[in-house]
């Protein structure tokens, strides 16, 4: 069982790492969010053989992350919004997820294309590796969380003459992973707190300290990008027939995998979703992931790899060239 879970968890790794490099050989300056979105998107679809007949059986993981500057997760372009440009001294997190029989590989990686982020954006990679180097059978999930507090406070930076003194975003942690689930119950802390669980052999972990130079403090904004259904979306009653017919497209297109509004109306663009969206949430059939960020002018950056916990060590699935 076991085996082949991770047969399909490093064939999505191979897959992820081509993507991410495919990524950063065709991302420009001036590129719109959405084009950049659609790009990835395009790509995870041809590399690991997504079948629309079948559409859950191998695919996309959840939407593509592609959070500008203070923003932290869960934003991706929405299909009526105006476009956003990539500008040259944006600093972008681009967090995308690969899945086979819903074995899922979870990992980002952040880009500028000014240098002046080089600095920071190194701090970020040595710590989520440092953070990796921590997880092994038996490991306290609190206990990491007290070990990447420490290495980030022993840390500061200098942007454009200012010095800024790091920390990580408190509220958003690392999680185990299980089939079909992205979040399965276990956090991995960034930040110094009472955690006792443990890490167990052959669990997936997607490991992701958030560096910032801000508060630490998340901030949801609107506009909604990112859904799931929820834990009890099963017990459907009292809905009309669009939000029937949404729900139904929901459950066959992207089971319990994260999903967003620009995916829907990719699939059928005559429904008007944006209500229906939220009329579901209201009846907690789904639940809605806000964007997340810290303070304006504040930047973060993330780094992400998934990993498997092994009898003795772990593999770094999703280890590669750039991170
Ligand atoms: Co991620
Ligand atoms: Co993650």
Redesign the pocket.
């Known amino acids: 069982m076991e085996n082949k879970n991770l047969l399909d968890a490093i064939k999505c790794a191979i897959v992820h790492k081509k993507v991410g490099s495919y990524i950063r050989e065709n991302i420009k300056i001036n590129m719109t969010l959405k084009n950049i979105a659609i790009l990835i998107e395009d790509k995870i679809k041809e590399e690991i053989g997504f079948d629309i007949n079948n559409p859950i059986s191998q695919g996309i993981a959840f939407p593509v992350?592609l959070s500008l500057n203070n923003c932290a997760a869960h934003y991706t372009p929405n299909y009526n919004e105006e476009d956003i440009l990539l500008k040259d001294d944006d600093i972008i997190k681009i967090?995308y997820?690969v899945h086979k029989n819903g074995i899922i590989i979870?990992?980002?990686f952040t880009l500028s294309l000014n240098s002046k982020y080089d600095e920071f954006i190194n701090i970020s990679k040595n710590l989520t590796n440092y953070a990796v180097s921590l997880c092994s059978v038996d490991a306290v999930l609190g206990d990491i969380g007290k070990d990447i507090e420490e290495y980030v406070k022993s840390k500061e930076i200098t942007i454009d003459n200012k010095t800024y003194q790091l920390k990580t975003m408190t509220e958003l942690s690392g999680h185990l992973i299980a089939p079909y689930q992205i979040h399965a119950g276990k956090a991995v802390p960034n930040v110094s707190i009472f955690y006792p669980m443990r890490m167990k052999e052959f669990e997936y972990y997607?490991i992701?300290p958030f560096l910032t130079n801000g508060d630490g403090y998340s901030i949801l904004k609107s506009p909604n990008s990112h859904y799931m259904l929820s834990k009890n979306h099963d017990i459907v009653n009292n809905l009309n027939e669009n939000e029937c017919k949404v729900y139904d497209i929901i459950k066959k297109n992207y089971y319990t995998l994260p999903f967003c509004q620009r995916w829907l109306y990719e699939l059928e663009e005559s429904i008007k979703y944006d209500n229906i969206l939220k009329n579901l949430e209201k009846k907690k059939i789904i639940n809605v992931y806000p964007p997340i960020y810290d303070i304006n002018n504040s930047i973060i950056s993330q780094f992400?790899h998934t990993i498997f916990i092994k009898e003795k060590g772990i593999i770094n699935l999703t280890k590669n060239d750039y991170y």
């Open positions: 992350g967090d997820g979870d990992s980002a997607a992701e992400e």
